[in-house]
């Protein structure tokens, strides 16, 4: 990319344009604003100004039960939060369930959109049965997992007891339920990334396959050496957003057992169901708008880091 | 041909701002047509309630609309209080969606009268003053507004008794007699022993309770004063009594006498036909849960018996109509003839819930209840009601028995300590009350 090359020439108009009537040179140049208006009236209602009065909300004592009495708290609500054990507890939550859920959907995602990406019968039928889970509503399949990983009488549990292992309880033990609770992400995402990976894999030139196959690399050395080279800003577009998603995942933990606290000790409960807990829980709607600009900047420095890494990471194959 | 693309680009211009209008338009109208009425009078008088009233099992519904033609009565449910009360209080924020009848929890009531009474209907406006003399004063007084505003009419209360399978009872060489058990269990240590003794020969892997859950909750019930006193300060940290119910929790944890279930979640309704506990502290309300839950091959099977320690209250409920609904006068009079001693008489009769008309207390006196083995229903739980302490209600009572009951679960559960999980408690109740 240069900014030094010359403009291209116009190309000649092959139509020549109606007389220029003053409205209409008008209407051309507002036209473009006009047609991204719909847009920007829904961003600015369901977007921005929701965003704005959040950060003010949360400079107060707000309740649900009377909103009308809104008390200044300045930052009161923030220093709340960080004293507050259970907001660590959530944090901590959110990080660990977010690498258990993402690391091995991508990796399998990576992995089946390999397979995917060969010549085989039923293709296109593999490719959209892959997709499956992700049509299905979180809901539906959260309360379904949560049969599955039924203490007493799931089914999980009584196919680890065929093979001679004690039941586990997939609900209170706390490695235990947040393998729980990343099962169902990791079951409804797979197949969405494996998708964008295998565009991925499309787009990668058939001639360096060739080329590499002539070299003599296998198949292995061809995926690790072709395939993911080729496929680096791709995985870098799935880390985003499923770290995006991990950051805010609710509706999972939130359905396992129903319960806003994310378990009796909090064993499950993310930052997604601390806000819910505190704004829904507990009425305290000015405590939930912290809780969520916390979450708004945390997501911006995930994703800055995630941007920073990846630009050195180029900068330095440019470099070579 | 011009001409025709720039229709069609007119069009979609057009249509662009159509759409855009029409969505803001969607966000901008409030959520009506709820309850349709159509022509000649024609009234849907929507009710809102949670966990089970029993009033459609009932067939009180049913009647109400042979009894007032026009007139239909529409019941939405959620099982978990707890969920429906965040659903409620979002709607009342929100003002819109509600329902023409909403139930309120008796633990939920100080928060109706203390904090939002401005939300709901004074219902003296309708003439409810007049139905005063018909309950129990407690009951009345509990959802009387600051300036006297009648917010709410009661429903039932919950006296508390405690119920059991007698067949489990008999295979671990229990004695099964509701009189002879009535006298082991009088203390909550003579209770806690028998369950030992259960355990040691229990059937299957049957558990003595349900959860330690429910043994908290129901031993706070006999209690007067629980997280607030008279003065409305909260005293549950210093409250004798209730760290008494908790260490008496914490004793059945340990001792492994729990199913450890979660009570209203999934595995523990499958619990009730898979036989997975032997007793279950039952408010009068639970006993129309456990006939639903258990079903047909569940009768005679369970038995009901006096409360060990004395008599409490659990729960117990309200009616009331919110300033939003649409059908004031219609919803007032459907819940004036709910909350009549007539109606509470059948109620109790088909689905146990205990009335809180006086009247209707010694009307029910001599009632029995075939799936209970024939337990004089009437009696246990009149007596539980008639010598039940009048409880200290605050605004918070719900969300603080919530925060002990899941410390209690951690060291049902997880094996947590005792102190680690009180601390846990504490926590969690300076998060609930901000």
């Known amino acids: 990319m240069t900014l030094t090359a010359p403009p291209a020439p116009a190309v000649p108009r092959t139509v020549p344009p ?57 930052l009161g609500n923030y220093t709340a939060l960080l004293r507050d054990a259970y907001f660590w507890v959530s944090l901590r939550n959110t990080f660990t369930i977010g690498v258990l859920s993402t690391v091995p959907q991508l990796v399998m995602a990576l992995g089946l959109a390999h397979l995917l990406n060969h010549r085989m ?200 | 041909m011009p001409i025709a693309r720039a229709a069609r680009r007119t069009a979609v ?119 005063e003399n018909r309950f129990a004063p407690a009951k009345w007084a509990a959802a009387t507004g600051k300036g006297g505003e009648v917010l709410g009419l009661g429903t039932d209360v919950g006296p508390e008794a405690m119920c059991y399978r007698k067949d489990l009872f008999e295979q671990a060489g229990l004695p099964t007699d509701r009189e002879e058990l009535a006298k082991k269990w009088a203390t909550w240590d003579g209770y806690l022993e028998l369950g030992k003794r259960y355990k040691a020969k229990a059937p299957g892997r049957s558990a003595w309770i349900d959860s330690v859950g429910s043994l908290y909750s129901i031993m706070i019930g006999q209690e007067k004063e629980r997280y607030y006193d008279a003065s409305g300060k909260l005293i549950w940290e210093d409250n004798p009594a209730l760290r008494t119910a908790w260490d008496h929790a914490v004793e059945a944890a340990r001792g492994g006498l729990s199913a450890k279930l979660d009570q209203w979640s999934p595995q523990w309704n499958q619990a009730f036909a898979a036989g997975s506990f032997a007793t279950l502290p039952c408010p009068a309300w639970m006993l129309g849960y456990i006939k639903g839950q258990a079903g047909e091959a569940g009768k005679g099977r369970w038995d009901v018996a006096a409360l060990p320690g004395g008599a409490g209250n659990w729960g117990g409920s309200y009616l009331t109509v919110p300033r939003a609904a649409k059908h004031k006068k219609e919803a007032y009079e459907l819940i004036e003839w709910l909350t009549a001693p007539e109606q509470q008489t059948r109620l109790f009769e088909k689905q146990g819930n205990f009335p809180s008309a006086t009247g209707a207390i010694d009307e029910v006196a001599g009632a029995k209840d075939p799936f209970f083995s024939g337990a004089p229903i009437g009696k246990i739980f009149g007596d539980a009601a008639k010598a039940a302490p009048v409880q200290v209600l605050g605004v918070h009572d719900q969300n603080i028995a919530q925060q002990i009951t899941n410390a209690l679960s951690e060291v049902e559960r997880k094996g947590t300590s005792p102190e680690e999980a009180w601390s846990n408690a504490r926590k969690g109740v300076e998060n609930t009350i901000d």
């Not at chain 1, 009308?68 to 708290?73: F, Q, Y």
């Not at chain 1, 911006?300 to 990846?310: P, R, S, W």
Request: hydrophobic share 45%.
């Open chain 2, 13 to 131: 211009r057009l249509g662009a701002v159509v759409l855009t209008g029409a969505l803001l338009a969607a966000c901008g109208s409030s959520t009506d047509g709820a309850s349709g009425d159509g022509a000649g009078g024609e009234v849907t008088v929507t009710v809102d309630l949670f966990g089970s009233f029993g009033y459609k099992e009932a067939g009180l519904y049913a009647e109400y609309e042979r009894l007032h033609p026009g007139v239909t009565v529409k019941q939405t449910d959620t099982e978990d209080e707890a969920d429906y009360w965040k659903s409620l209080q979002t709607r009342l924020a929100g003002g819109g969606g509600l329902a023409d009848v909403q139930g309120i929890e008796v633990g939920r009531i100080a928060s109706v009268t203390q904090q939002q009474a401005e939300r709901f209907e004074d219902l003296r406006k309708y003439g409810a003053e007049a139905l």
């Open chain 1, 121 to 320: 019968r039923g293709r296109t039928f593999l490719r959209t049965a892959v997709l499956l889970p992700y049509a299905t509503s979180v809901a539906a399949a959260t309360l379904v997992f949560a049969q599955l990983f039924g203490r007493d009488f799931g089914l999980i549990n009584y196919v680890l007891g065929l093979v001679g292992i004690d039941p586990v309880d997939w609900q209170n033990g706390t490695v235990a339920s947040q393998i729980a609770v990343s099962t169902v992400v990791i079951w409804r995402w797979t197949g969405y990334n494996t998708l964008i990976y295998l565009a991925g894999m499309q787009s990668v030139p058939v001639e360096l396959y060739e080329a590499a196959a002539m070299d003599g690399a296998s198949r292995w050395r061809q995926f690790f050496h072709v395939t993911l080279p080729g496929l680096r800003p791709t995985i870098l577009f799935t880390v985003v957003v499923s770290t995006i998603g991990a950051t805010q995942l609710f509706g999972e933990p939130l359905l396992l057992e129903g319960s806003v606290s994310g378990g009796i000790s909090h064993q499950y409960q993310t930052l997604g169901l601390y806000l819910y807990e505190q704004g829904w829980g507990f009425f305290h709607l000015g405590r939930a708008a912290a809780v969520a600009w916390v979450m708004f900047l945390l997501i911006l420095v995930l994703v800055g880091l995630n941007a920073l890494i990846a630009r050195r990471r180029s900068r330095k194959e440019a470099g070579r």
């Open chain 1, 18 to 74: 109606a007389p220029p009537g003053a409205a209409r040179r008008a209407w051309r140049t507002v036209s473009p604003y006009a047609y991204l208006a719909p847009f920007f009236t829904l961003f600015v209602a369901f977007g921005l100004f929701p965003l704005l009065y959040t950060a003010f909300v949360s400079l107060y004592r707000v309740e649900l039960q009377t909103p009308g009495d809104m008390e200044w708290r300045g």
